[in-house]
């Protein structure tokens, strides 16, 4: 029996028989196979584009596993790779068992590739574990979905909602305490629904209504009634029941509406006629603010991606000089006439008396451009013809993307304004242009537009990396390396900006953990090049306290650190001494799961708390980072001893000391003294894009 319908086999090897071979020995599980099959990094690229169930790995012509492996991580594809035994693996692919070092639900290395059945195995036990997490994101998503459909409804809609949890009310919206005349939510919470049901038939059918819903059956949702305010009146009423969730947790939710026969149709009359504008039938600003708020919430789920165009009627003084008010109007027209036939697959408004906003979705950057090129181009050569007399106009068109995690929609329309305005400076009030706005350019100045350039960086591999050895003394080697993040920005002086300039609007964003894993990642593929020829090259890689306690970190670290070679001591992690105090269990139990993979641990800013020997014995590091505030002044005789002290203690409880911000000759006379083991700073050797290993 086959247990799949299709597999989607991904075979990265030199040689495609084999990859053929196994595609005949699947079939017998499945449907059908659909086998892709490449050599090179480039051509895994492209692959990747498409959906795939398992990776394969053999051997390629310019990449090893330790690149596939890197690349499938930056990409965020749920993938599970399985390697096959090859020269480079050969010393880490066995344990002291002589079975696989890795093996778990994403991966295993390494197999022989002549032993055909364990092969097949993990392939199909690797596809239906793939299987199982692919539905159980989905059942989240289902429930995600519809628990913020019920929490917008409840929010937004007029109609008067509830949420009942075994018949009390536990939640109410403003027009249900209105309809029942509760002056309070308080007043409303715990009030059993029945008390609301007026005459002893009604509360009995209700009752059994109730019952039939919570046995699961769905084939009357609504119950006629003569409900009872809390005053004493009553009116008739229409209840109706649909599954919720609250806060996660199961309710029922309640719509009650007053009968009345016409009442929704003539509701849904008037509010389509207020979101349209008369002169044009567009919808108007109200009609666009909606759709805007809808687009908004789909982007913001990360269902699609949106932009915005602002597009306003240029020369409109002259216009009026010449055809008066009349012809401003005839203007409007045709121009709205024009953009509903440019953008058939746009949503166009007229948000003010001679601007119109148009909403699109899924274009490139280079689509907008056209987009706005083709609008302007068009309108410029378009004759205007009123009363007898001809003119003609231009528009300055705003183009504001809408992408994942996007800011609010009035700052939205501000940016926009904002590009109009750049375009009227740079035109002296001429128009006739379009500008997109680029969040990067203003970065420096405006949070929500950095946060937007944060999400660029991890997104798109903005970032930049420097690498600062690390002097150990013990060994006389400089073959460890501090790994330092910088963002670039596009603004005219090519700001470049530290991690102390945007990590809190970061962790306002909940970037943080995004930021530290591209870091992670993208320093690990570095040093996996420079291991090739310095295989006793190491990291130091600084992370957040949103990594200090992501339980998912030491699975992370292990793959990378199997990935780079599996040697101990080739990645240490190091995290902010504060960081560490405000979460020591947590901080505990990770560096204990850590240390199991092999991953080595560092306090930065170590000394910055009067208790950090306290802080440093109880979670025990490997190596501690001093805090600036000791290698200043340490020239002093005072200074010099109180470093002396810490770093004696320190070494007491057998935690290993770096001395970093030796600057000058002076400081690096003292530091050979102070019984650190390591030593760093700009005069022994600056940060670099590359990692030089001294020879």
């Not at 240029?314 to 012809?327: A, F, H, M």
Request: glycine fraction near 4%; hydrophobic fraction near 40%; proline fraction near 3%.
């Amino acid at each position: 029996m086959r247990s799949q319908s299709l597999l989607n086999l991904l075979v990265i090897n030199d040689d495609q028989l084999y990859a053929e071979r196994l595609v005949q020995l699947l079939s017998p599980y499945y449907d059908s196979v659909n086998l892709g099959f490449l050599d090179d990094k480039e051509e895994l690229l492209k692959l990747l584009r498409q959906p795939w169930d398992v990776l394969v790995f053999g051997k390629a012509y310019n990449m090893s596993f330790t690149d596939v492996v890197s690349i499938v991580q930056e990409q965020n594809i749920d993938l599970p790779m399985i390697c096959l035994m090859n020269e480079e693996i050969a010393s880490t692919a066995y344990n002291e068992y002589e079975l696989p070092t890795v093996i778990s639900g994403t991966m295993i290395k390494a197999l022989e590739m002549d032993q055909e059945m364990p092969v097949v195995m993990a392939i199909c036990l690797q596809h239906s574990s793939l299987r199982s997490r692919r539905e159980l994101k989905t059942l989240r998503q289902v429930l995600s979905e519809a628990e913020q459909r019920a929490n917008v409804l409840i929010k937004n809609s007029k109609s008067a909602v509830a949420y009942i949890d075994e018949g009390i009310h536990i939640f109410a919206n403003d027009p249900y305490l209105q309809l029942f005349g509760f002056k309070s939510m308080n007043e409303a919470v715990g009030v059993p629904i029945i008390d609301l049901i007026s005459g002893g038939d009604s509360v009995k059918g209700f009752k059994q209504f109730l019952r039939q819903f919570d046995k699961g059956s769905r084939q009357d949702v609504e119950f006629n009634f003569e409900s009872v305010r809390t005053d004493g009146s009553t009116f008739e009423a229409k209840l109706q029941l649909a599954s919720a969730t609250l806060e996660g947790e199961p309710v029922i939710q309640i719509i009650i509406q007053q009968n009345s026969n016409n009442s929704a149709e003539v509701a849904k009359r008037l509010a389509e006629a207020e979101r349209k504008d008369n002169l044009t039938g567009l919808d108007n600003r109200r009609g666009f603010e909606e759709q805007m708020i809808a687009i908004h919430q789909q982007a913001s789920q990360g269902l699609m991606t949106a932009a915005l165009l602002y597009v306003q009627v240029d020369n409109v003084g002259k216009i009026r000089s010449s055809l008066g008010l009349q012809g401003i109007d005839a203007t409007v027209k045709q121009v709205a006439h024009t953009l509903t036939e440019l953008v058939p697959d746009g949503h166009v408004s007229r948000f003010s008396d001679t601007a119109f906003t148009i909403l699109v979705k899924n274009k490139t950057t280079n689509d907008l451009e056209e987009l706005a090129k083709n609008i302007g181009s068009s309108i410029k050569d378009m004759f205007i013809e009123f009363d007898k007399r001809t003119t003609n106009t231009t528009v300055s068109i705003a183009v504001v993307k809408i992408e994942k995690n996007p800011v609010e929609p009035v700052i939205i329309l501000e940016r926009a304004m904002d590009a109009i305005s750049q375009i009227m400076v740079e035109t002296s009030n001429s128009g006739g242009s379009y500008r997109i706005y680029d969040p990067s350019e203003h970065a420096n100045s405006d949070d929500h537009a950095l946060a937007e350039s944060l999400v660029d960086a991890i997104t798109n591999n903005r970032f930049d990396l420097s690498f600062q050895p690390i002097y150990d003394i013990n060994n006389d080697r400089s073959d460890f390396f501090e790994v330092y993040l910088r963002l670039p920005l596009s603004d005219a002086d090519n700001t470049v900006l530290t991690p102390d300039q945007f990590m809190a609007v970061a962790k306002k964003h909940q970037l943080l953990e995004k930021i530290d894993r591209w870091v992670l990642i993208n320093a690990c593929k570095k040093i996996n090049d420079v291991r090739k020829v310095h295989p006793e090259a190491k990291l130091l890689v600084q992370l957040t306290s949103a990594s200090l306690v992501d339980k998912r970190l030491p699975i992370v670290a292990s793959q990378l650190i199997k990935a780079v070679g599996g040697a101990a001591g080739v990645l240490t992690l190091q995290f902010n001494e504060i960081d560490i105090s405000d979460h020591l269990t947590v901080a505990k139990s990770q560096f204990s799961a850590l240390n199991d993979v092999n991953c080595q641990i560092g306090i930065n800013n170590f000394g910055s708390s009067v208790k950090s020997i306290e802080i440093a014995n109880f979670v025990q590091p490997d190596m501690v980072r001093l805090a600036r505030s000791y290698i200043q002044d340490i020239n002093s005789a005072e200074n010099l001893e109180t470093v002396k002290s810490l770093i004696t203690r320190t070494n007491d409880i057998k935690v290993d000391v770096l001395m970093p911000y030796i600057e000058d000759a002076a400081t690096m006379s003292v530091a050979w003294s102070v019984g650190a083991r390591y030593l760093q700073g700009y005069y022994l050797e600056e940060p670099s894009s590359t990692i030089k290993v001294a020879s």
